[in-house]
């Protein structure tokens, strides 16, 4: 069994609807990890994220129910959740990355993570992903319902009626999903964004980008100022963020790293506020952090953000390189 080099993806849209033929489906876009998840021909775990990044150290608990429910030689596609009052919590799924075996072992037991499959590969090994959606959606149904594939392995719900789809972003809102993927029932199963393949459609306009400085001092950031690289190589300034909140800058001043020699940004003034003379006083930090904002995309200036954006997350699931460049609306 192959193992693809990264899943299949799904590009942005800004509007949706299902056709009354069936012919798109429709499923809650999880706000989790994405993960391949399965046995190796030789019956080893594997759980891999959308960079290639192994994941089963700090999953073990996943880890352990793919190799008592699967076959070797199978591979599922889904998304990695870990659960909380009801919730979906993303915060405590990232505290199992970089932990020790001791301490993700404990995070395991008292907040175990689920397994959300949406799609399959293989299984059994036979492979599945040349074959149309909804030929591998009967796959994936049957080996629910036969009960081979239980919790913490869970079936996504997927759907073809458009009254269904609105009523999981009413029921379960921006809490626990972030939109809708929508997927054509035809299409096969291809590694990376195709055009007529999958489209993502999300509740809130969010983004990412590449923390490059930050104001304030190391225990205690103030504003993070972001980028992204463009395809000359160049990290290009996108905008900033409002002050952060207490938690938010603990969480990122433990992300962070002093700035090495060399950096992009190095001579570089910012103004205090849009059109001031006034300079910002910033420090800059090496720029391999990404982080999740939300963009009010009525305030753009070109490319950048005219005003401030609002701080969501860190996402350490994410690379700089995995970024759409600079210029590029993703």
């Not at 990376?192 to 950031?221: C, F, M, N, Q, Y």
């Not at 100022?225 to 002050?243: H, S």
């Not at 009525?298 to 997350?313: F, I, P, Y």
């Amino acid at each position: 069994m192959d193992l693809p080099d990264e899943p299949m993806l799904a590009a942005p849209t800004h509007t949706w609807a299902l056709p009354p033929d069936g012919s798109v489906a429709a499923e809650p876009k999880w706000d989790g990890f994405r993960a391949l998840a399965g046995l190796l021909d030789d019956g080893t775990p594997v759980i891999r994220s959308r960079t290639g990044t192994d994941l089963a150290r700090y999953f073990p608990d996943i880890a352990a129910a793919l190799a008592a429910q699967l076959a070797p030689a199978s591979l599922l596609d889904g998304e990695l959740l870990v659960w909380s009052g009801g919730r979906i919590s993303f915060d405590r799924l990232s505290a199992r990355l970089n932990r020790s075996p001791r301490t993700v072992a404990a995070l395991a037991e008292r907040e175990p993570a689920s397994l959300m499959v949406f799609d399959v590969l293989h299984l059994d090994g036979t492979p599945h992903h040349a074959r149309p959606y909804r030929a591998r959606r009967a796959v994936i149904e049957a080996l629910f319902a036969s009960g081979r594939a239980r919790p913490p392995l869970n079936l996504c719900p997927s759907t073809t009626d458009e009254s269904t789809a609105s009523g999981w972003l009413e029921q379960w809102g921006p809490d626990n999903v972030e939109g809708l993927v929508l997927k054509p029932t035809r299409s096969s199963y291809r590694p990376g964004r195709h055009r007529g393949g999958w489209l993502k459609w999300r509740l809130r306009d969010s983004r990412e980008a590449i923390i490059a400085a930050v104001t304030g001092p190391p225990g205690r950031p103030g504003i993070v100022l972001l980028g992204r690289w463009d395809e000359a190589g160049q990290l290009r300034y996108l905008g900033r963020t409002a002050r952060l909140a207490e938690d938010q800058a603990r969480s990122v001043a433990a992300a962070l790293r002093p700035a090495s020699p060399g950096h992009p940004w190095e001579g570089w003034t910012f103004a205090a506020s849009w059109g001031s003379k006034d300079k910002l006083t910033v420090r800059l930090v090496e720029p391999d952090t990404v982080a999740e904002v939300s963009v009010d995309v009525s305030r753009l200036s070109g490319d950048t953000w005219r005003h401030s954006v609002r701080w969501t997350r860190l996402r350490p699931d994410l690379s700089p390189a995995d970024l759409p460049p600079f210029g590029d609306d993703r």
